[in-house]
């Protein structure tokens, strides 16, 4: 079968790094991408990754490694508003996009 | 206003009714999708569309149908709302172009309670 692994939770304090792994097992594996959600909101975009390698915005950066399966989101400085779910999802070549269960990150003070 | 819109953003239902949530683009995005939320299973998907009278089937499609006769419109019916069908459904675009595969556009949610 088809599936995504990532934690459940994980809990930092303010200005720490938190990296939240994502492992897979798929078919037709496209790129995988990263979505922030908080409580109440829609999904959004945080990055993609079609090829191996470490891509950085901002303080976010993702890595994807196609020979593991493997990727990760890595948070950098963090702050209370990162305090939020977080979902990889991987792009099937067929053009859709299936997600991970989610973790959720708290940030404490 | 350009973006993604759903409505109704919320609705109760019984058991039985035919439900439809609308969602509409102004992006003349290719592709859309339909996905549901509940607790501890993160989204799933229930359909997707290409283009414009091509619609395919996600992981949970059954109890749903869709339509997409127009590029900008998706909608989502359920024909005979059940109550394991309470939960928040969100639609999304994109545009699938090599370089920003993976990149959707979430609507605001439609959140369903069927009694």
């Known amino acids: 079968g088809q599936s995504l692994e990532q934690p459940s939770e994980v809990t930092a304090v303010e200005g720490a790094i938190v990296q939240i792994n994502c492992t897979y097992q798929t078919s037709g594996f496209y790129g995988l991408s990263w979505y922030q959600q908080h409580d109440g909101g829609a999904p959004t975009f945080l990055s993609y990754?079609?090829?191996?390698g470490l891509e950085e915005t901002g303080r976010f950066s993702s890595f994807l490694s196609r020979s593991d399966s493997y990727g990760y989101l890595l948070l950098q400085e963090l702050q209370m508003k990162d305090s939020a779910s977080y979902f990889c999802?991987?792009?099937?070549?067929?053009?859709?996009?299936?997600f991970g269960a989610g973790t959720t990150v708290t940030v404490r003070a | 206003d350009a973006g993604i819109t759903q409505s109704p953003r919320y609705k109760i239902t019984e058991t039985g009714r035919q439900v439809t949530l609308m969602c509409h683009q102004t992006w003349s995005h290719s592709y859309m999708f339909w996905y549901r939320q509940d607790l501890g299973h993160g989204l799933r998907l229930i359909y997707y569309s290409a283009a414009a009278d091509i619609t395919d089937k996600g992981e949970v499609p059954d109890g749903y149908v869709v339509s997409r006769s127009k590029t900008e419109n998706f909608p989502l019916t359920l024909e005979s709302a059940t109550r394991s069908q309470t939960s928040v459904y969100f639609c999304a675009s994109s545009e699938w172009e090599v370089e920003t595969a993976g990149e959707l556009f979430f609507g605001e949610g439609s959140r369903l309670t069927v009694l």
């Open positions: 999802a991987w792009v099937a070549d067929d053009y859709k996009l299936s």
């Open positions: 990754n079609a090829l191996d």
